[in-house]
């Protein structure tokens, strides 16, 4: 498997010359399943990249791209009516979700609807499929997806995607319990390859009236990645007020917890 990140910024794009190193772009990520077929984990401002290389390289070819939304939260799609290949006729979009096909529709549309887009979704050129994530593991492409509920307001999902011998895990939206750990999400995550988690907060900002926002802190997730046995921890979702050399701060205080800790960057490509 090639994971490559396009966006890793939480909460809204940002930029400026002390966000260069992590980047500004909002959660997107993505997996090339042959020449032609791709899965996305979510759809923020980083999809814009993707969809402008493909639309480049394959504009005569047949696309089959798969989207996994962890949740609607407008950081996380509102890259989509950016993405090139929607308009494409020859590009088929599978959106996945914890919501019936229908809702995943109507959530979707509503970014483009009224006055705030000019084109409607349903104007788009693409063939567009909109699936509940199933229970159950489930395949696409010879990879098999899983996933897991997580503490968000509203609702997010943490997604497993697996291969014959290496699995990844994206957790960007979650919160710790108040005593502890998420349980769930540390059996979900056990053993894997790369865990990409939730590190919006430091400790301190997370006690001074963060709690029920529903995201996490870099401690919190050293202390998934130790009890889930995790190879490599990547530090995601940064905090738009966090400049790199705050998170180079983070990591530096994350790697006496957990040495495998690393902070996800926009262009970052990762084999497994």
């Given at each position: ?20 190193k992590y980047g ?56 989509l009516p950016f ?190």
């Open positions: 498997m090639k994971l490559e990140l396009l966006g890793v910024r939480g909460s809204t794009p940002v930029c400026g010359k002390d966000k260069n500004g772009c909002s959660p997107s990520a993505c997996l090339s399943l042959s020449a032609g077929e791709w899965i996305v984990v979510d759809a923020g401002t980083g999809i814009k990249k993707l969809g402008d290389r493909l639309a480049r390289k394959m504009r005569e070819k047949p696309l089959q791209i798969h989207i996994l939304l962890t949740h609607f939260h407008l950081d996380h799609i509102i890259g993405f090139i290949p929607l308009y494409l006729p020859k590009a088929t979009l599978n959106f996945y979700a914890d919501s019936s096909g229908e809702l995943i529709r109507k959530h979707l549309s509503g970014l483009m609807a009224g006055r705030y887009f000019p084109l409607n979704l349903r104007e788009t050129l693409s063939k567009k499929i909109f699936k509940k994530i199933p229970e159950k593991k489930f395949e696409i492409g010879g990879l098999e997806v899983s996933c897991c509920p997580l503490r968000h307001p509203q609702g997010s999902l943490s997604y497993k995607i697996k291969d014959s011998k290496k699995q990844i895990v994206f957790a960007t939206d979650t919160e710790h319990p108040k005593n502890g750990l998420d349980e769930r999400l540390v059996d979900f995550a056990r053993g894997a390859d790369i865990l990409i988690y939730d590190a919006m907060f430091t400790p301190e900002e997370y006690d001074s009236g963060r709690q029920g926002w529903g995201h996490s802190t870099w401690l919190a997730a050293t202390k998934v990645a130790k009890a889930a046995d995790v190879r490599n921890l990547y530090f995601s979702h940064f905090n738009p007020d966090h400049s790199d050399k705050k998170i180079d701060r983070i990591i530096s205080l994350a790697r006496q917890e957990f040495a495998n800790t690393f902070g996800a960057r926009e262009g970052m490509k990762l084999s497994l």
